[in-house]
């Protein structure tokens, strides 16, 4: 239904599958997978020609460096520090965040930094449980350009979708994180 919605508003074939795409890194595919088919699905049905064309701007021996870049630039030069600092037994996923998650993800076409930014914020509220990479990614989105104001106005159109809790305790994430970054 949304998505039909969506594709007869004129909303971009490219950013829709780049939307189901971003929620891999940060639902788990399991969760994706069957969103991933019943988009092409729709779009089959709307008479798109699948597959649409490749965003990827990386190669496998560029997907690490892009992608601790755009953590850096998203996240400031502490994400270097991970690299290097972070203890031992968290070096792996470490590398896999930056390769991975913004090598693959964030460093492709069809949605800008702020939209990425602000869909990752929508599945990690969604979710619950996961206050500290809200945190983390409340800061990216105001590094992004999505300011207080723009995140309090996306919670409350998650609200009806996630409940009070989720929404107020997103609310006091985004005033705790916007209070520290003005600082």
């Not at 104001?149 to 989720?166: F, N, T, W």
Request: hydrophobic share 35%; proline share 4%; net charge neutral.
């Amino acid at each position: 239904m949304w998505l039909h919605a969506a594709l007869k508003s004129g909303v971009d074939p490219v950013a829709i599958k780049e939307t189901v795409y971003q929620a891999t890194a940060y639902l788990g595919i399991g969760r994706v997978h069957d969103f991933l088919v019943a988009t092409n699905k729709v779009m089959e049905e709307f008479g798109i020609t699948l597959p649409l064309p490749s965003q990827k701007n990386v190669t496998e021996k560029t997907r690490f460096h892009d992608g601790l870049e755009r953590q850096v630039s998203l996240f400031g030069p502490g994400m270097r520090k991970q690299q290097t600092d972070a203890p031992e037994l968290r070096s792996n996923v470490n590398r896999w965040l930056a390769d991975n998650c913004f090598g693959d993800y964030y460093t492709r076409n069809g949605l800008n930094d702020r939209e990425r930014e602000m869909i990752t914020f929508c599945f990690i509220l969604a979710q619950g449980g996961c206050e500290n990479q809200l945190r983390g990614h409340t800061a990216g989105n105001i590094m992004a350009g999505n300011d207080k104001s723009k995140l309090y106005s996306i919670v409350e159109q998650c609200m009806p979708y996630i409940g009070y809790p989720r929404t107020l305790n997103a609310m006091n994430i985004i005033d705790e994180v916007a209070d520290q970054l003005s600082k």
